[in-house]
């Protein structure tokens, strides 16, 4: 449902959710979650909301302020929030966020465990919180069946995230640029939308755009053209391919993007490239 609340844009969404006793007995449960896009003016000043909330910055930054002192979250940042004690937090330039309220037997423990650790916020380089928290607003914002019993574990998922190092973070992230490159190479024919690769990798696409040109020295879209030409230099000096055909097995969209592309990425035509005899 749309909010009509200050500083929060036309385009954002909120839902609210009742909890089974099964849930309540056996599970993290959610009490309500959104995606909101708000501007400068958006700011939350409660003295007890009961619950405990999860917010992560997908695109801008904010504040939260803990123990009376503000604290900066950056895009990419997870925020944890104990909202059964006096809180505020917000935006001063603009922010995409997305996030959920939620509470249980165990979420209290969750917290406290964490409190050991030192901190309630994690910034830039979380592997799955965007993904998880997506997942438990799409349950609301595209289907009509809520499967409690997959809430609760994706709140566990995030709650996890807490507990993992930076180093930890770091290798799982290289391992699956490292499984991702892969999945290109053998899908090269097929289109690579930038949110299905960052889908895939279970990270939003402006951290993952990031990591990816961390991981590799190119942006992801820079990755998948230069992918498609060197797989069509070896098609146009191996086979003897028609050039439609070449087009359709590197994943071009048309004749004139391949020719194009192409020559910008190795100064010489299809053609002119197929029929060289000198060394390359």
């Known amino acids: 449902m749309k909010v009509y609340e200050q500083g929060i844009l036309i385009e954002s969404n909120i839902y609210f959710h009742t909890p089974s006793e099964q849930a309540k007995n056996l599970f993290l449960h959610l009490i309500c979650t959104g995606h909101y896009v708000c501007d400068s003016t958006y700011a939350v000043k409660r003295n007890r909301y009961d619950s405990f909330l999860l917010l992560y910055v997908i695109k801008g930054s904010g504040y939260v302020y803990q123990a009376e002192t503000r604290v900066s979250l950056v895009e990419g940042s997870l925020l944890l929030l104990d909202c059964y004690q006096s809180h505020a937090y917000g935006t001063s330039e603009g922010w995409e966020i997305i996030w959920a309220h939620f ?3 165990m979420a209290r423990p969750y917290y406290e465990a964490i409190a050991k650790e030192g901190s309630f916020i994690v910034e830039q380089g979380v592997y799955s919180p965007h993904h998880s928290l997506q997942k438990i607003y799409n349950l609301f914002h595209e ?6 019993p997959s809430v609760n574990k994706y709140l566990t998922n995030l709650l996890t995230d ?3 190092s ?3 973070t770091e290798q799982a992230n290289s391992h699956k640029i490292d499984e991702l490159l892969a999945y290109i190479n053998e899908h090269i024919q097929e289109p690579l939308p930038l949110e299905t690769l960052a889908d895939r990798v279970c990270l939003s696409p402006y951290y993952f755009i990031r990591t990816f040109k ?5 942006t992801p879209h820079e990755y998948v053209i230069l992918t498609r030409v060197n797989a069509a230099k ?5 086979t003897t391919l028609p050039i439609k055909e070449v087009v359709y097995r590197c994943g071009f969209s048309s004749e004139c993007s391949f ?7 190795t100064t010489h035509t299809p053609l002119a490239y197929r029929n ?5």
Do not use: A, C, I, N
């Open 214 to 218: 961390q991981e590799t020295g190119y």
């Open 162 to 164: 807490f507990f993992s």
């Open 276 to 280: 060289m005899t000198e060394p390359l």
């Open 234 to 238: 070896f098609y146009l000096r191996t």
């Open 259 to 265: 020719w194009t592309t192409f020559k910008k990425y």
């Open 143 to 148: 289907t009509s069946t809520v499967k409690e």
């Open 166 to 168: 930076p180093h930890e």
């Open 103 to 105: 509470d249980g037997k």
